[in-house]
């Protein structure tokens, strides 16, 4: 009886050994021995593995790309504007005993490190440059994040600024800058459409000058279009060009002989013929007209008969 709890008892000893001994490593895990505190051998790989119960302790260390959320930081732009930007981390581990042995808790160390180089990139970059010009900025920060992780163990694959918050202020002020920007292009592109216009109606009148009859052509061709609409009432233009032709098509008709004024009657025999009396000057008579004019009026002298 006594040697049955004997056996017993070495076997619940045994089974407990085994049970603190064995240690399960999944496929993306490697881990990593510590005897004693000290480093034995290289990682371990998947599968199942064996520890010693009181000496080794076994740590497991996942080698799957990890995604972290960087949270929004605030800066000020080069240019003086505040923003609020975050990004996300794409990292994997490359070295599982680094990771271990030489840095305390590799996760809140990245994240530390991607906040600081996220607000150094705020710093150093306009605000253009955050909103149209990311791929250059993502480049910038991934070399500063990757700089210190090698040394820890971890590669950054990726880092991508997901959004850029900006004041109200500085919304309403870029959407008044693009519709500027909009109306602006629209203005030339009108203009620009006026100008090859102008000159396409100037090739044409110039041929239409050459050729009149192409003007009348034109004028029933537009009559044609507007007849089209079924309108009850038609304006037709015409052109002064078109009367212009006609005009010069027209033979000028010959100017009526004006009637020769009526001759003066004769003077009675022995009656000399009435002087005209010169122009007046200014409304009044010339001084001689005046003298001859007074003594035609006043009596003649009677001959003296004593």
Request: proline share 10%.
């Amino acid at each position: 009886m006594t040697l049955l709890w004997a056996l017993i008892v070495i076997m619940g000893v045994i089974v407990l050994v085994l049970g603190s001994s064995v240690r399960v490593i999944n496929q993306y895990q490697r881990g990593v021995v510590l005897r004693f505190g000290q480093l034995r051998e290289a990682p371990r790989g998947p599968g199942l593995t064996l520890i010693a119960p009181i000496a080794d302790r076994l740590h497991k260390v996942n080698m799957q790309v990890v995604t972290m959320p960087v949270p929004a930081q605030d800066g000020i732009t080069r240019d003086n504007v505040t923003v609020k930007v975050d990004a996300v981390v794409y990292y994997r581990v490359t070295d599982p005993v680094k990771v271990v042995v030489d840095v305390q808790r590799y996760d809140a160390a990245i994240a530390q490190v991607a906040q600081a180089s996220l607000r150094s990139i705020i710093g150093k970059s306009d605000l253009d440059d955050l909103l149209s010009n990311r791929e250059r900025l993502n480049e910038g920060l991934e070399i500063m994040i990757d700089s210190p992780a090698l040394s820890w163990g971890v590669q950054i694959d990726r880092v991508e600024i997901k959004d850029v918050a900006l004041p109200e202020t500085m919304k309403r002020s870029m959407s008044r800058q693009a519709e500027a920007e909009r109306e602006r292009r629209s203005r030339i592109i009108t203009a620009d459409g006026e100008l090859q216009a102008s000159r396409t109606l100037a090739e044409a009148a110039q041929i239409m000058a050459e050729h009149p009859a192409a003007l009348q052509l034109r004028l029933l061709q537009t009559v044609v279009e507007v007849a089209a609409e079924k309108n009850s009432t038609l304006v037709l233009p015409f052109p002064v060009e078109l009367l212009r032709f006609l005009e010069r098509a027209t033979p000028p008709a010959p100017a009526p002989e004006r009637a020769a004024p009526p001759a003066a009657p004769a003077p009675p025999p022995g009656v000399a013929p009435p002087i005209p009396p010169p122009a007046s000057q200014n409304g009044h008579e010339p001084p001689a007209v005046a003298d001859a004019i007074a003594t035609a009026g006043s009596p003649a002298p009677r001959p003296d008969t004593g």
